[in-house]
């Protein structure tokens, strides 16, 4: 199955200061993202259960992007994709890409957000971008995080209501980011 929203393309004029890459754990595929600008949309951390579910941990923590700047720089071929219908906040499918070698999530896109594509932060080559450009800016889906775990300081924290709602405030907050 090809791989949504992006395709093999030569890097962009943005200097390497303005970018970095993620990789899988086996090496066989390596992105590379804007982490300043426009480009870069948020980075955040979610709790919600599909996040927990793929992290296999307490939350995931990504990075958004608009798709038009992420690049595939090697492994096009070792990519695999999974679509998950009704499984976004948005109540749109979400089709996840991983290394089909070792298995390594690598991003995700969401039918509800057309144009972000959604790296995920533990992919992050130069570790040391979470501590500065690549930290956490907006905690999502809090009420899925555990009561002994500290929410992030600095991050802009989004419940989500217990009575039914659709996450239009977690919408809203990434649309707003979108539109700027």
């Not at 949504?4 to 303005?18: F, R």
Request: aromatic share 4%; charged share 20%.
């Amino acid at each position: 199955m090809a791989v949504p929203s992006l395709e093999p393309q030569p890097l962009n004029d943005a200097s390497p200061a303005s970018t970095a890459t993620s990789s899988c754990f086996c090496g066989a595929v390596q992105l590379s993202f804007p982490i300043e600008g426009p480009d870069l949309i948020d980075v955040f951390l979610c709790h919600c259960p599909d996040c927990k579910k793929l992290s296999a941990s307490l939350f995931g923590a990504g990075i958004m992007a608009s798709s038009s700047s992420v690049r595939i720089l090697h492994g096009q071929n070792d990519l695999a994709t999974l679509v998950k219908p009704d499984r976004a906040s948005s109540g749109g499918s979400v089709t996840n890409t991983r290394c089909g070698a070792c298995g390594t999530l690598m991003h995700r896109v969401s039918s509800g957000f057309p144009g972000i594509t959604v790296l995920r932060a533990g992919t992050v080559d130069d570790v040391r971008l979470l501590e500065t450009e690549l930290r956490p800016r907006m905690e999502m889906f809090t009420k899925y995080r555990p009561n002994w775990l500290r929410a992030c300081e600095g991050a802009r924290q989004l419940y989500e209501q217990t009575d039914g709602s659709d996450g239009s405030e977690i919408r809203s907050v990434i649309v707003s980011h979108i539109n700027e």
